[in-house]
């Protein structure tokens, strides 16, 4: 079973940084794919950036493309997501999820995020002056 752990949400001014981490247990098989999710208020839960546990190939939403990273440290089982010059429509409750998956844009673009093989409990991030 495998089971996902977030941390480093926080309360961050515009232009600011963070950096998110999930640890995950009980991953398997190498055709995970861990991404980083993120629900605004009313809205469906949407994947902002993926990444293969197999090849390190990652995706990301337009919208963050050149200001957030995602990385993997396998020795730690850790998927990080630097998130740089935030904006206030960053700010939302970020989720880690696994599953497999054919690639990492498969993954963040599912719309059936309901069914994902593994979620976090999320950390809050809060963009804001």
């Known amino acids: 079973q495998v089971k996902l752990v977030e941390s480093g949400g926080d309360l961050v001014q515009p232009g600011g940084s963070l950096r998110l981490s999930c640890v995950a247990s009980?991953?398997?098989?190498?055709?995970?794919?861990i991404g980083w999710f993120r629900q605004d208020p009313g809205k469906e839960r949407r994947g902002i950036s993926c990444i293969s546990a197999t090849d390190g190939s990652t995706w990301y939403r337009n919208f963050v493309e050149g200001r957030f990273t995602i990385s993997r440290d396998k020795a730690k089982s850790t998927v990080y997501l630097r998130m740089n010059d935030l904006k206030p429509d960053d700010t939302g409750m970020y989720y880690c999820a696994a599953d497999t998956a054919p690639s990492p844009e498969a993954l963040c673009r599912t719309v059936n995020w309901a069914a994902l093989d593994a979620w976090g409990q999320g950390t809050p991030v809060t963009v804001s002056s």
């Open positions: 009980g991953v398997t098989s190498d055709d995970y794919v």
